[in-house]
């Protein structure tokens, strides 16, 4: 005697148990809920629960050519801002129904142009984007029309709509602040200046204020840490001029400052210290720095809702917002 197999619930037993109908599970289902009360959206998940319906993604795939799935692809993992980024992205995007795939760069150039090109081959939806490669390099690598937006790297000109700090400005004031306090002499530390948009608008910032800039540039992949800190107290030593260390990016702040605090280098009196800070961590190192506050969450946030109207045919109200650092 065979086993009578146990039925595959599908949409309709769903509507039924819940008492609805399948247009509105439908509807739940991509998550759309701006037409049915908090009261029938809970029938609609207990149903999906007590029956453990599974929907066919496949199916509706082919049906809405929709596959609520965002490509997001962020320039370094390792990066602490990168994490955050992601966050908030992912956070707003499930909070409508969508999925963020995250795909990391790793600060290669080559590994984005595979990535963009795999992208481009598949189903997403849209592609939330911290780039390395200028839109030209983009559109050749995708090779088909898809909604893209831009965060934390600033293209000009950009044919998509762009989420960024005022990273000029930022650095500037920065710059200006210990300038005030007699801090002529500045080392720049960074990753390479000129493979991202973001570090090049920092060091102008910095440049429009400082007349005497050294800068020491710290390869992503990997270095020698005490050859770093050896060329950073030699220009440090050579300057008769109180000096300001600035940290592009706050990896390098954790990487190097703990050596300098427990050396007395950074004694805040003739050599101290500021950058960008994503964290609690790096002000407390040295609670008396003043340092640059980014927002990468909110970015994050940013860039998916403006990737979300987008899908859903809004209206975008702005081709650029800016999340503004500050200086505390």
Do not use: C
């Not at 599970?25 to 029956?51: C, H, W």
């Not at 929907?55 to 994490?83: E, G, H, L």
């Not at 290669?108 to 390395?132: H, M, S, T, V, Y």
């Amino acid at each position: 005697m065979k086993e009578e197999k146990s039925k595959t619930a599908n949409i309709k037993d769903v509507a039924a148990l819940a008492d609805t109908s399948v247009a509105t599970v439908s509807r739940y289902l991509n998550g759309d809920f701006g037409r049915m009360s908090p009261k029938t959206a809970q029938k609609v998940q207990e149903a999906i629960d007590k029956l453990n319906y599974v929907p066919n993604s496949v199916a509706r795939q082919m049906k809405t050519k929709s596959s609520r799935m965002i490509a997001v692809v962020v320039s370094n993992i390792d990066d602490y801002f990168s994490t955050e980024l992601f966050k908030g992205i992912s956070s707003f995007l499930e909070s409508k129904g969508y999925i963020g795939m995250l795909f990391d760069v790793d600060a290669d150039i080559e590994r984005e142009e595979r990535l963009l090109k795999a992208i481009g081959e598949q189903n997403f939806d849209g592609l939330i984007l911290q780039p390395f490669s200028d839109p030209q390099k983009i559109r050749n690598l995708i090779r088909r029309d898809i909604p893209i937006v831009i965060v934390d790297r600033e293209m000009d000109p950009n044919p998509w709509p762009q989420v960024v700090t005022d990273n000029y400005e930022a650095a500037r004031q920065a710059t200006q602040y210990y300038s005030d306090k007699g801090f002529t002499h500045v080392i720049v530390m960074s990753s390479e200046i000129e493979a991202a948009r973001t570090r090049e608008e920092r060091y102008k910032g910095i440049k429009s204020v400082g007349n005497k800039v050294n800068v020491v540039e710290v390869p992503e992949k990997s270095y020698n840490h005490a050859e770093i800190d050896k060329k950073l107290l030699k220009l440090i030593q050579n300057s008769d001029e109180k000096t300001l260390i600035f940290f592009l990016k706050e990896r390098w702040l954790l990487e190097f400052m703990p050596s300098l605090l427990i050396e007395g280098v950074v004694d805040n009196k003739t050599v101290t210290a500021t950058g960008f800070a994503d964290t609690d961590i790096a002000r407390q190192l040295e609670p008396k720095l003043t340092l640059i506050s980014q927002d990468p969450y909110l970015m994050g946030a940013s860039a998916a809702e403006v990737m979300y109207d987008i899908v859903s045919d809004k209206e975008v109200p702005d081709d650029r917002i800016v999340i503004e650092a500050k200086l505390e």
